[in-house]
C-alpha cells in the first residue's frame, strides 16, 4: 500500500470509518507546526491530498466511468504538460453534480462537476477553467493559505483544511456554516484572494495558449458566469470560490488580446464526452432523448455523430433497445476503434444477451491496446456477464498493476471473486476498496476474514495476508494516536 508511508512520514491523522458505498467520515489533521507554515514541503502536500481524497471519495458522487476519464485525463495532461512550475503528476476526476463548478487541492488533485462540460459551447472553454485549477496548484496557492493562517488565531490549520474540503464539496454549504461560526478573516482564507485569482488567470492562460487552445475562452466562460449572476438569485458554485469582481472579466479580455484571434476547433472527442454527460447525469434519461432530438432537428452541422450517440444513451438508459441499436450500430460501423461508441455498444450487446458478440470484440481491441482502460474494463465486465469469471481475473488483476488504485476495477475483481466463491480472495480485495476510501479497521476486519479462509497449506498467502493486517492495524493505531 504505497499511501501508508507517506502518510505516517507526514504525521497526517484521519479518522475515517467510511464504507466503500455513500458513507460519512470525518477528517481530523493536526497542526503541521509553524516550520510547515514557513515552506510547505512538496511530500507533506501531496499527502495532505491524498487523505483529503479519501475524505471526497467517501462523501462525494465521484464518477467511475472510464470514458470520461479517459477524456478528462488526456485533457488536463496535455494542459499540464504546458504549464510551469509543475512539482508532480496531478490527477483529474469527475463529481456527478450539474452546477459549473471545478476546484483543485494540495498534491495535484483536480475535480470537475459534470455540468462545467455539459454547459461549455467548446473544448477550449472547459479547458481555461482546468488551466486555471492547474495553476493555483503549480503557485502553491493553497501553500500560501497555510503560510497566512499563521496569524489567523480564530482558525487552525486543521479546521483549515477541512474548511477547504467542505466548500469543495457544497461550496453555498460550507461557505454558509463558516459565515456562522468564523470570523470574515477565516471566511476569507477559504475563497481564493483576488490576486491568487489573477495569477491564475495569467498562468491558466498562458498555459491554455501553449496546450493549443484559445486564449480567449477564459474570458467567453467568466462573461457566461457573470450573465448568470445577473439572472439568478444564486450565484454559480465556481463563484463561490473563485470571486469575480467588475475588474475581472475586462482583465482577462485585455491580456487575450495579446495572442492572435483565430479560429480553434473543439476535438470530436469534446462533442463526445459532452453528449454523454448530458446523456448519463446532467439529465434524467427521458429528458435527454427530448433534448437530443430537439437538437439535431436544430442543428445545422453535416455531422451529427455526437447529438446521435447522446441519443443511442438515452434510449439505452431507458431500455428502448430496438431504437439505441439501430443508432450505436450505425456509429460503431462508421468507427469501430472510437472508445465512446464501443462502451455503448458492449452495454447494448449485454442488454440484447449478445455477451459472446460484446467479448469477441474487445477481445480484438484489447489485442490492439492492451490495458486501455475502457477496453479492459468493459471486456471483463462483459466477462463476468458471460460467467467467464478466469477471463475476468485475469484481465483486472494485469490492470491493476498498472493502476492499482483504480476503484472501479477494484469493484469489478470484487464483484468477480464473489461470483468463484473463492472467499479468501473476495475478502481480500474487499478491504483493498475499503482503504481506498481511508476505511482502514473496516479493511482489518475484511483481511482478519480473508485470513479465516486460507487453506493449511496456503503459507505464502497467509504471511502476505498477516502482514496486510499489520499494515492497516498500524494506520489505524496511527490514527489513535493523534
Known amino acids: 500500500m504505497q499511501l501508508f508511508p507517506l502518510l505516517r512520514s507526514a504525521l497526517l491523522a484521519v479518522a475515517l470509518s467510511a464504507s466503500p458505498v455513500g458513507a460519512q467520515s470525518d477528517l481530523k489533521l493536526p497542526d503541521l507546526g509553524t516550520s510547515a507554515l ?40 496535455k494542459l499540464v504538460a504546458n504549464a510551469n512550475d509543475v512539482r508532480f503528476p496531478f490527477t483529474f476526476f469527475w463529481i456527478n453534480n450539474n452546477d459549473i463548478n471545478a476546484f483543485a487541492f494540495y498534491g495535484g488533485h483536480v475535480g470537475v462537476h459534470t455540468g462545467l462540460i455539459a454547459q461549455s459551447d467548446t473544448e477550449s472553454q472547459l479547458a481555461s477553467v482546468l488551466g486555471h485549477e492547474i495553476a493555483h496548484v503549480t503557485q502553491r496557492h493553497l501553500a500560501r493559505r497555510l503560510q497566512n493562517a499563521r496569524d489567523n488565531s480564530a482558525m487552525t490549520i486543521a479546521g483549515m483544511i477541512t474548511g477547504i474540503l467542505a466548500t469543495i464539496i457544497a461550496p453555498d454549504a460550507g461557505l454558509a456554516i463558516l459565515a456562522a461560526n468564523s470570523t470574515q478573516a477565516s471566511l476569507n482564507q477559504l475563497t481564493h484572494s483576488r490576486k491568487a485569482e489573477q495569477e491564475a488567470d495569467r498562468f491558466g492562460m498562458q498555459t491554455l495558449h501553449n496546450a493549443g487552445f484559445d486564449p480567449y475562452a477564459a474570458s467567453e466562460f467568466l462573461t457566461k458566469l457573470s450573465d448568470q449572476i445577473r439572472y439568478k438569485n444564486k450565484p454559480p458554485a465556481f463563484l463561490l470560490t473563485h470571486p469575480l469582481p467588475d475588474s475581472r472579466v475586462s482583465d482577462v479580455r485585455l491580456r487575450a488580446q495579446q495572442y492572435d484571434k483565430k479560429y480553434y476547433a473543439s476535438s470530436p472527442s ?82 440484447i444477451e449478445q455477451t459472446g458478440k460484446a467479448m469477441e470484440i474487445l477481445k480484438q481491441q484489447h489485442e490492439l491496446r492492451p490495458n486501455n482502460q475502457v477496453i479492459t474494463l468493459n471486456y471483463a465486465n462483459a466477462a463476468i456477464e458471460a460467467k467467464d469469471y478466469d477471463t475476468a481475473e485475469q484481465l483486472l488483476k ?13 469493484e469489478l475483481l470484487t464483484k468477480t471473486y464473489e461470483a468463484q466463491e473463492d472467499k479468501a480472495a473476495y475478502h481480500e480485495a474487499k ?52
Do not use: C, W
Not at 502536500?45 to 470514458?67: F, H, K, N, T, Y
Not at 456509429?331 to 462502451?343: A, E, G, M, R, W
Not at 494485469?398 to 477494484?410: G, S
Not at 483493498?432 to 505464502?460: C, P, T, W
Open 38 to 77: 514557513q515552506v510547505l514541503p512538496l511530500e507533506k502536500e501531496q499527502a495532505i491530498g491524498e487523505v483529503m481524497m479519501m475524505q471526497l471519495r467517501s462523501q462525494s458522487p465521484l464518477i467511475a466511468d472510464p470514458v470520461l476519464e479517459e477524456y478528462l485525463s488526456s485533457l488536463g495532461n
Open 270 to 351: 469534446f462533442y463526445l464526452a459532452k453528449s454523454r454527460a448530458l446523456a448519463r447525469y446532467y439529465y434524467k434519461p427521458e429528458t435527454a432523448e427530448g433534448y437530443f432530438k430537439n437538437a439535431k432537428e436544430r442543428s445545422s452541422d453535416l455531422d451529427k455523430s455526437a447529438l446521435d450517440y447522446g441519443l443511442a444513451i438515452s434510449l439505452l438508459d431507458q431500455k428502448k433497445l430496438d431504437e439505441a441499436g439501430a443508432i450505436i450500430e450505425k456509429l460503431i460501423t462508421k468507427d469501430k476503434y472510437n472508445l465512446f461508441y464501443l462502451d455503448v455498444y458492449t452495454d447494448y450487446l449485454i442488454a
Open 398 to 410: 494485469v490492470f491493476l498493476l498498472e493502476k492499482p488504485e483504480h476503484v472501479l476495477a477494484k
Open 431 to 482: 478491504a483493498s476498496l475499503m482503504s481506498h476510501y481511508g476505511a482502514f479497521s473496516k479493511a482489518a476486519d475484511e483481511i482478519q476474514r480473508a485470513l479465516n479462509h486460507v487453506e493449511d497449506h496456503e503459507d505464502v498467502k497467509r504471511t502476505r495476508l498477516k502482514a496486510l493486517l499489520s499494515q492497516y492495524r498500524d494506520m489505524q493505531k496511527e490514527i489513535a494516536k493523534l
